[in-house]
């Protein structure tokens, strides 16, 4: 037998992925070559590759997805490997192909077994020959409508119309009852041949409340196939999931093994070889059934490895350096329960549509216990609408699935992130819900559910309260550090005991005044109008030191901030969203003591009510400012004489732009 070297390997792919890949591969002493279009020349990825090579335009068709361009950067870069990861060119057949002529390691199956999974309809007809359950259906060559009524008729209703090749739920169609089937198929049709170029389709049992339940399986290039336990992925939202978890909870010890030893069966049937996943549907009481054999490395691999304590990507490439798998199937165990939750930059309130901006700040759950990260981000970066939005996963581990899953809602507390919209509030959802909670799954859970997960975490009244919380807590913070003096601080210190003070707020368009007293260093009264009855506020830091927790409403909220230039980002638990604060007191404090009066907020300048040289007393009204739709004055802070003025009407200012400099009297 003789062992292969890799010496260098290229990586095909970019993100998170890459930068997993690189980390077990820079550990076992690889040199690792990235590849990376013109819009992630600045991306983690390519930073952290020993060699990168750009491979044209942001668009994947003229970048990722070109195998003639990753073979010539091989070449050039002398890489003994390549690595697909996940998506793009991973299940590509010509990639593979190209790999094995030009002598070169493809970190994944042989060609052959990548094109046998590559139809739904064909691996159907081996995986039946195998032994493997299928879902009662019809997968033949003959397309024609009348076919298709005649089967979906013995098929029996409800069932699924589906693309053969492909995924993503595209070209899928739930029919119920005869008269739907022949609209459905056309449609399905149309859909396939516009999304995979092949309009081929499939009929299987449509079961009402299956679990998405697959195994991950490692084949070496000996004839040694392995099953390393299951997963389970049936939170998903239009057939992409959301949190994944392993091992697959409340599944019987003799249902897992047989399902391990089913997907083992798929690998041996098409001579797979390296890591691959098998994807079952699961009914409790009912069996399993045979769903799609993914001839990669998974998104959720992660939690397959916490539960073994192997690292996947560390038996790829030992298996493409010609290894055999050093464990038999009974010496290979799980210990604990791990979980799984993807990063996205997307709006789940706005139907889950994608996000770009620029994470104008980025703090990761790093370090905690328990807690893995995996990500392909940095703080500066530009989100863009070219790539898949996922940006990172979170994983827990636990010894209980609950243990696991209260780590992981911690973990997404942790996760800070200002410039776009995450979905981090929307997982911890999901992960409160009480029937993921008790393990009640079904791949149809977002949509049965859709009603109470829509619920935000937190009302317009309570995001305002806590932004000027957290406003509070940024501006006393600063002033601390930058000026010492007792007189500079908005604590809650005042002569003769608390006083009212204003603040105004602006928040999703929204804008509102509040009326607030702190009665101690930690604690305040919050109300929406000078006549309204106060909230009260009570918090204290937090004990990781990254901002403070506070109570309101009954519940524990732990409160997080950065800002960016006039921008606050809020960060309350796993919720997260900007605002834009003035406090007019303290502008006029500000310009008492430096005799600077400064815009307060971005806005337009409406009056200028003074001139050069006036002598003007404390509280004359100089400046009109409209900004967040309302009309600001801005008065003089002392007795004094006007010394300059720096705006006139209709002039924009940015917010700390000087707009009069006075001289105040000597008050002696």
Request: hydrophobic letters at 40%; glycine letters at 8%.
């Amino acid at each position: 037998m003789t062992i292969h070297t890799i010496n260098t390997l290229l990586i095909a792919n970019r993100g998170e992925i890459a930068v997993r890949i690189m980390n077990t591969a820079q550990a076992m002493g690889i040199q690792c070559v990235a590849v990376y279009s013109e819009a992630d020349a600045e991306a983690p990825f390519v930073q952290l590759a020993d060699q990168a090579f750009c491979i044209g335009p942001a668009a994947a068709t003229d970048s990722y997805l070109r195998v003639d361009k990753i073979m010539e950067v091989a070449r050039q870069s002398g890489a003994d490997a390549i690595h697909p990861g996940y998506g793009f060119l991973a299940e590509n057949t010509e990639l593979a192909r190209q790999c094995q002529d030009a002598g070169i390691h493809f970190v994944g199956p042989p060609a052959e077994a990548i094109a046998s999974m590559g139809s739904k309809s064909a691996a159907k007809e081996l995986m039946g020959n195998a032994g493997v359950p299928l879902v009662p259906g019809y997968h033949g060559d003959d397309q024609s409508p009348e076919v298709f009524l005649a089967e979906a008729k013995k098929t029996g209703f409800p069932l699924l119309i589906k693309a053969s090749a492909g995924g993503g739920g595209k070209g899928m169609r739930v029919v119920r009852e005869p008269a739907e089937v022949k609209d459905a198929v056309a449609a399905a049709q149309r859909e396939a041949k516009s999304s995979f170029g092949d309009a081929h389709l499939l009929i299987e049992r449509y079961l009402e409340n299956p679990r998405h339940v697959e195994v991950q399986v490692m084949f070496d290039q000996h004839g040694n196939g392995r099953y390393l336990f299951d997963r389970d992925c049936s939170v998903q939202r239009r057939h992409q999931k959301i949190i994944e978890e392993a091992p697959a909870p409340d599944i019987p010890d003799h249902v897992r093994r047989e399902m391990g030893e089913a997907a083992v069966r798929c690998g041996e049937a098409i001579g797979y070889v390296n890591a691959g996943t098998v994807e079952f549907l699961y009914e409790p009481g009912a069996g399993f059934y045979f769903m799609e054999m993914n001839t990669r490395l998974q998104v959720e691999h992660p939690v397959t490895e916490m539960i073994t304590g192997l690292d996947l990507v560390e038996w790829q490439l030992r298996v493409a350096r010609n290894e055999p798998l050093p464990w038999t199937q009974d010496e290979l165990h799980f210990q604990g329960h791990a979980m799984e939750a993807r990063i996205y930059a997307e709006d789940p309130d706005n139907d889950f549509l994608p996000v770009t901006g620029t994470l104008l700040s980025l703090t990761e759950p790093h370090g905690m216990e328990g807690v893995r990260v995996d990500t392909g981000v940095r703080e500066g970066q530009e989100i863009s609408p070219w790539y898949d939005p996922m940006l990172s996963k979170v994983i827990s581990y636990g010894h209980t699935r609950d243990e696991a899953r209260q780590r992981l809602l911690d973990a997404l507390s942790h996760y800070r992130a200002m410039g776009v919209t995450l979905n981090t509030d929307y997982v911890c959802r999901v992960l409160q819900h009480p029937e993921f909670a008790a393990a009640r799954l079904t791949t149809h859970f977002i949509e049965q559910q859709a009603e109470t997960l829509s619920t935000a975490a937190f009302d317009c009244q309570e995001q305002q309260i806590l932004s000027w919380l957290a406003w509070q807590q940024a501006s006393a913070r600063e002033q601390r550090s930058a000026a010492p003096s007792p007189w500079t601080l908005t604590d809650s210190f005042r002569v003769g005991g608390p006083q009212v003070q204003l603040c105004e707020i602006r928040l999703g368009g929204e804008d509102l005044t509040l009326h607030y007293t702190l009665d101690g260093p930690c604690s305040a009264r919050v109300a929406f109008s000078a006549d309204s009855d106060p909230v009260t506020l009570r918090w204290q830091p937090d004990s990781q030191g990254e901002g403070v927790v506070v109570r309101l409403n009954g519940r524990s909220i732990r409160l997080g901030w950065a800002s960016h230039g006039e921008r606050l980002g809020v960060f309350a638990n796993a919720s997260h969203w900007e605002a834009l604060v003035n406090h007019p007191e303290e502008q006029s404090a500000d310009a008492a003591g430096d005799g600077i009066l400064k815009a307060p907020m971005h806005g337009r300048i409406t009056a200028v009510t003074c001139k050069v040289g006036d002598r003007v007393s404390a509280g004359t009204a100089l400046v009109a400012l409209e900004a967040m739709k309302m009309e600001h004055t801005l008065n003089a802070p002392a007795d004094g004489e006007i010394a300059a003025i720096h705006c006139v009407e209709d002039d924009n200012v940015n917010s700390g732009q000087v707009l009069i400099e006075f001289t105040a009297e000597d008050a002696g």
